[in-house]
């Protein structure tokens, strides 16, 4: 069975700084990897998946498959990237890739 | 456009009465759909998926029954809730044949008192 883990549930820096949430996944196949956010008082949404290598609100995340990790990064967090974030993984076998296994979350605090 | 909604928004039951909570989406024709419960340190439990009417997978063994009545509508019910019930569920939807953007309702906070 397939697991996420998000070691932080708490992570708090200043606005400016550097940001890593990180994400480790157990799973004996190939994954997709993605990473859900959830601002307040909003619904839970998909920020990005690491098929599409692609760069969201200057959020990147890279799936290394040798340490089984998809840490989500930004150079310089702002006061609105504050929220809670969900890593999740889609198992790509039978009747599994209808389902996201997520983790725990992370509350990501921003501070001015 | 797609939407999804998911009544009643708040909801406070005793131990012991039965529970409903419906959601239906809007715009698409045979979406996957979804209930998780999410909880504070437990993160996002997935309970039960449905890829058509009348199919209904259960993943986490428990107090609560789902089903699929119609294409768009999807129920979670309980006969007798209990007080670990509590929590915030939270019903979403993706494109038939894939999974991997689910579309979120805005939940329901259910306390079970």
């Known amino acids: 069975a397939q697991r996420v883990t998000q070691p932080e549930k708490l992570l708090s820096v200043f606005k400016g700084a550097p940001v890593e949430l990180k994400c480790n996944y157990s799973y004996s196949g190939s994954p997709e990897l993605f990473w859900y956010v959830q601002y307040s008082r909003q619904r839970l949404q998909l920020l990005l998946r690491?098929?599409s290598r692609e760069s969201i609100k200057g959020f990147t995340a890279d799936l290394n498959k040798g340490e089984t990790s998809f840490h989500l990064k930004k150079p310089f967090a702002q006061e609105e990237d504050s929220a809670m974030y969900y890593c999740?993984?889609?198992?790509?076998?039978?009747?599994?890739?209808?389902?996201?296994?997520f983790g725990k979350g992370t509350l990501l605090t921003v501070n001015p | 456009s797609q939407t999804i909604h998911q009544w009643p928004a708040t909801l406070v039951q005793p131990v012991g009465s039965p529970l409903s909570l419906e959601c239906t989406v809007e715009g698409t024709s045979n979406p996957n759909l979804y209930w998780y419960r999410q909880a504070a340190g437990r993160g996002l439990q997935l309970l039960f998926y449905?890829?058509?009417?009348?199919?209904i997978s259960s993943e986490v063994p428990q107090n609560l029954s789902a089903s699929r009545p119609q294409d768009r509508q999807f129920i979670l019910s309980s006969k007798k809730l209990l007080l670990s019930d509590s929590g915030f569920y939270l019903c979403a939807w993706s494109v038939g044949g894939s999974s991997y953007e689910q579309y979120f309702g805005p939940g329901t906070r259910l306390t079970v008192t």
């Open positions: 999740a993984l889609r198992a790509n076998s039978g009747g599994s890739n209808y389902k996201l296994t």
């Open positions: 449905s890829v058509g009417i009348g199919q």
């Open positions: 690491h098929i």
